[in-house]
């Protein structure tokens, strides 16, 4: 599966025409502990940079926009009783909504992984 | 994603931001610095939830070296007292040497410019002299008010070489003791100096955690000293501005900026408590006549705690409505409370609304969200009153 990353510290995992969605590592520790977590319900249709979550920590609420145009198949609904999920395991079971790509050329200007690394270096 | 604000209150800082004496041991010890009143300050060390839950449990300890401390010098107490009586409505007067209480200043329409602690010396050879302790945030505005209205013979002379450290929570005496200082069965809101690890302090029983615990001023150059001596101890963790303020929020403890300021009085915060019987019926404090007429009559909105129905948080700015969708005004603290392990908020709505279990609704994202009044603090209070 093909991984991608956006400036905004997202993630997108591609199996096929659907990506699997969350936030970085790096994204999780800038936030601190993550006490909430509202996911976009399944059918909804997002365009790209587009509100498609948000995640709260103690301090402060932020938007997760959407990484590409697409439609919400599923969504990460145990996040609502376990939060903390997002700092545990923020690029696997922290996961936040699946979407079936629209056009998967938008991935193209997308980071990889040493790409998005090296981004991140430079903060 | 986008990051919100940081901190509860950031500054727009046009000039370098200034740093305390402990900046070195804050980076060292791994913190997130972040702009605050002015100042880089901590926001977090080992994360907000397990600072606030080891300061529940053991004991947290907080720089607040940015606040203001001051004193107030003159003649004898009475002439200093009735000089600071003039501008808050707290009785001076009457307070008992080695004691402190918490006040306000406040503007001739009642609206608080800023909340303080007062402290009156126990040692005779400094009868009329008080201490004063003022938010980072307002210490400027505040000595220039004090400085104008004093009246000749009572002079303010700020303590700029002062550093200040809050210990809290339940073991915070045990620490004190561990290290020497004479404190164990002080009450709550008594001050006086004692000697901590072998430096000189001045300390008060207070703080603003809702536990137990002191604040302890210290000479800056003696200030790295005292917070090594402290954090070596094994029940002290340093904690940062973002579990104090989830600890004063759940405290049901009132941040100036946030559920005080110039549009707000003492009767709508809920602070008629610190405003003692002498001086509601005297008066003789900007704006007591709107004081004396909102107790007597009740004041038009008033602040409350607020218990959102599932873990969304409702943040500061959160419109809170009438079952009918009516407002009736605004969370001015919310966040997630860890001790609650939920999301908690204060605000002021109108006086009608405003009893324990009145069910209402905050609007979230656009989303109304339901919602409770109910009695604060959060988490009772843990002060010690004396055996």
Redesign the interface.
Known sequence: MAKYFTE???WLSVDGDVATVG?TDY?QA?L??V??V?VPEVGRTLAKGGEAA????????????APASGTVVEANGAL?DA?ATVNESPEDAGWFFKLKLADAGELDALMDEAAYRAFVDTL | ????????DPVVIEAAPLKTPLYDEHVALGAKMVPFAGYLMP??YA???AE?QHTRAAAGLFDVSHMGQARLVGPDHATTALALEALVPADILNLSPGRQRYTQFLDGNAGILDDLMVHRPADPAEDGVLMLVVNAARKADDYAHLAARLPAGVTLVTADDRALLALQGPKAVDVMVRLGAAVADWPFMSAGPTRLAGIDVHVSRSGYTGEDGFEISVAENDVVALWRALVADSDVAPVGL??R??LRLEGGLCLYGHDLDTGTTPVEAGLVWSIQKRRREEGGFPGADIVQQQIRDGAPRLRVGIRPEG???A?EGTEIQAADGTPIGVVTSG??G?TVGG?VAMGYVAAGHAAPGTRVTLVV?GKPLPAEVVALPFVPARFYRGR
């Open positions: 905004d510290h997202e936030i994204a800038q601190g502990d006490v909430y509202e948000v995640v709260e920590s103690v301090k402060a609420a932020s938007e997760v926009y609502a939060p | 994603m986008s990051r919100a604000a940081e901190t509860a926001v977090q994360g907000i939830i606030h973002g579990a303020d989830s873990r969304a948080p943040r966040g997630f860890p999301p994202r």
